[in-house]
């Protein structure tokens, strides 16, 4: 399911698109309007 698939890549220390974006937004390289518009 789609929970098992979420829970396997963070169990492997992967992260959402959200998160990354939010790492990008912090380094000054997107908007955090843009992340969260995107990742809605």
């Known amino acids: 399911t789609e929970g098992d698939l979420f829970d396997e890549a963070k169990s492997q220390e ?8 939010v790492i990008k937004a912090l380094e000054g390289n997107i908007l955090m309007e843009e992340v969260l518009r995107e990742t809605e």
């Open 14 to 21: 992967m992260i959402t698109l959200r998160q990354d974006g």
